[in-house]
């Protein structure tokens, strides 16, 4: 089921199009205000967005261009504006179309259907899938390099990205240090293996919300560490 959020302020307005949307079985969210609306589109997953130009906080300009910067998803823009010139500067900024207020729900309703479609077959047909690592509130996407604690995007340096990958994607095996040092620096420790014991540190400080009671890393002592799961 594709998942749509509606950015609009005029709550019946909202709750119209959201009405006209669930019939058509889509999974629809609301937000009536401008930066709750860009918070949202930024965190979470979305399979198309519909947002009002005028809106309190942030306006629909500010929304799109911030949207544009991260995701490509369609971006349907609505507004009661209807200069030529406020058009244009919507879709300059990255979006797919724009509508002018007052419009019919089965007109919204049709171009959601369409933008949809044309989005499906360009995935389909022009990109891959990222390679992702899901476990319980980190998100690892390999293709990326990036890394999401419970939405957050958190910078990794490239040996702690890799470390970490491969405790996620080996998860309750327990490593050595030493295994750990000859898998992710490709070489015999040579009493080296602090680095692990640093790098384990660093990532922890980023992945867990007690270091000291840690939920996914797990010390084995004596042994070295696990992914827990």
């Given at each position: 089921m594709?998942k749509i959020?509606i950015?609009?302020d005029e709550?019946?307005i909202?709750?119209l199009?959201?009405d006209?949307?669930e ?7 609301i937000e009536n ?5 860009l918070e949202?589109?930024?965190n ?5 967005i519909?947002?009002d130009?005028m809106?309190?906080?942030v306006d629909?300009?500010?929304?799109c261009?911030r949207?544009?910067e ?6 349907l ?5 209807k200069?030529d ?5 919507g879709?300059?900024?990255g979006?797919d179309?724009y509508m002018?207020k007052?419009?019919?729900p ?9 933008h ?6 360009l995935?389909?047909?022009n990109?891959?899938s ?7 509130g980190i998100?690892?996407d ?17 040996k ?6 491969f405790?996620a ?8 240090k030493e295994e750990?040092?000859r898998e992710?620096w ?9 680095t ?5 540190k660093?990532?922890?400080e980023?992945?867990e919300f007690?270091?000291?009671k840690?939920?996914?890393i797990e010390?084995?002592w004596?042994?070295g560490?696990?992914?827990?799961v």
């Amino acid at each position: 089921m594709s998942k749509i959020l509606i950015i609009e302020d005029e709550t019946a307005i909202a709750d119209l199009e959201r009405d006209y949307l669930e019939i058509n079985d889509y999974e629809v969210s609301i937000e009536n205000d401008g930066a709750k609306g860009l918070e949202a589109a930024l965190n979470h997953d979305y399979d198309l967005i519909i947002l009002d130009l005028m809106l309190p906080g942030v306006d629909g300009y500010e929304i799109c261009k911030r949207i544009r910067e991260e995701k490509n998803i369609p971006i349907l823009m609505v507004s009661a504006k209807k200069d030529d010139i406020d058009k244009v500067r919507g879709l300059g900024l990255g979006a797919d179309d724009y509508m002018t207020k007052p419009f019919s729900p089965s007109e919204l309703v049709a171009r959601v259907k369409a933008h949809l479609s044309r989005y499906e077959r360009l995935i389909g047909s022009n990109q891959k899938s990222n390679d992702m690592v899901e476990i319980r509130g980190i998100r690892i996407d390999k293709t990326a390099r990036r890394v999401y604690i419970d939405g957050e995007e958190k910078t990794f340096t490239t040996k702690e990205f890799d470390l970490l990958t491969f405790l996620a994607e080996n998860p309750n095996h327990v490593f050595t240090k030493e295994e750990l040092f000859r898998e992710i620096w490709d070489m015999d420790s040579i009493g080296d293996i602090a680095t692990v014991t640093v790098h384990i540190k660093k990532i922890r400080e980023k992945i867990e919300f007690d270091t000291a009671k840690p939920q996914y890393i797990e010390t084995i002592w004596g042994v070295g560490y696990r992914f827990k799961v």
